[in-house]
Nanobody
């Protein structure tokens, strides 16, 4: 199994920045099968949505709503994925989740989430 733990959330004023981190641990055999790691978010009353994803090779994809403001990155040695969030808006307020996808059996692993609140 693989465990994911997010950190870095908190309260920030509009226009501010936060950096989220996600640490993967557990079976090295299964961690090495993870090709895509992603950040999702879920705001109150809304469905969970994909924010950004990154492959083991470093290819990234970001939702249009955050493309100019958020950057996803990955450290394969440390088994970490990051989300740098700049120019935060109140609409970015949500619980942010890390997800890892097993490229062999299709298993999906989720973290417990970290709250990001953008408010003055």
């Amino acid at each position: 199994q693989v465990q994911l733990v997010e950190s870095g959330g908190g309260l920030v004023q509009p226009g501010g920045s936060l950096r989220l981190s996600c640490a993967a641990s557990g079976s090295i055999f299964r961690i090495n099968r993870i090709v895509v790691m992603s950040w999702y978010r879920q705001a109150p009353g809304k469905e969970r949505e994909l924010v950004a994803s990154v492959t083991r090779g470093g290819d990234t994809n970001c939702a249009d709503s955050v493309k100019e403001r958020f950057t996803i990155s990955r450290d394969n040695v440390k088994n970490m994925v990051y989300l740098q969030m700049n120019s935060l808006k109140s609409d970015d307020t949500a619980v942010y989740y890390c997800k890892a996808s097993d490229s062999i059996d299709g298993n999906e692993y989720w973290g417990q989430g970290t709250q990001v609140t953008v408010s003055s």
